[in-house]
Nanobody, 122 residues
């Protein structure tokens, strides 16, 4: 059974940091693209960052460049999103997803986690 499970969300003050984890089971992340997306109340889901596990190339949304870092631990079959200098506008449910293409287009991802809440207080 293919599963993606996110963890690491929580409540943090503005300027703080969180690290989200996305653990995969039932398949290996090798040769997949992994994306992090977020959805705030009343807003559409937006792409935050994605990575091609084959060559390690990454893409970041302009809103998080320089603050967020995506990485992978192949041995643990887990992807991470390190989030620094958090802002209240980063508050959202964060999802990880696996697909064939390293793009910030949620429609191109096949497998999704259940999401983890990130709340940044001002």
């Amino acid at each position: 059974q293919v599963r993606l499970v996110e963890s690491g969300g929580g409540l943090v003050q503005a300027g703080g940091s969180l690290r989200l984890s996305c653990a995969a089971s039932g398949f290996t992340l090798d040769y997949y693209a992994i994306g992090w997306f977020r959805q705030a109340p009343g807003k559409e889901r937006e792409g935050v960052s994605c990575m091609s596990t084959g060559d390690g190339s990454t893409v970041y949304a302009d809103s998080v460049k320089g603050r967020f870092t995506i990485s992978i631990d192949n041995a643990k079959n887990t992807v991470y999103l390190q989030m620094n200098s958090l802002k209240p506008e980063d508050t959202a449910v964060y999802y990880c997803a696996a697909g064939a293409w390293r793009v910030l287009d949620s429609g191109l991802y096949d497998y999704w986690g259940q999401g983890t809440q990130v709340t940044v207080s001002s």
